[in-house]
């Protein structure tokens, strides 16, 4: 098996059986973000646990890399720190900015690593992004993280 077709079929398995998928009883912020371009749609909510952890839930539809994305975000950052979960946000963010020329760190992205044939196409970009972009969203508007960083 080549590692395009390892890396499309953890995109599909996350599509299929979406990891932490369900919306928060009580978040601190939610975030709706839309890519009109290929209709997905995404709802991020951020929480905090008691140790300080970010808790995150989401609803979505679109195509299988939007919703994918969403479930391998929330299997990378559920329950890490604030600054540990922008390391990870940010490194993806590079990734998907690399015209597909990057060499994703898996210690560090996980099943994310799976998307840097994505980042080959400037369409679906947008489709990998949208979840991480209202992720952050979310993260602003409960006060978690400072406007302007990042993205
Ligand atoms: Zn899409």
Redesign the pocket.
Known sequence: MNLESLYQDIILDHYKHPRGKGLLENPLASAFHV?P????EITVQVGRNEAGGLVIGYEGQ?????QASASVLVELLQGRSIQESEEVRLAFLELMHSKGSGDPDEEVLGDAVAFAGVAKFP??V???L?AWMALQDAEIQAGLLKTGEGA
Do not use: E, Q
């Not at 679109?62 to 939007?66: A, F, K």
């Open positions: 890519n371009t290929c209709g997905d679109g195509c299988s890399i939007s369409a679906r947008k489709c990998a949208l």
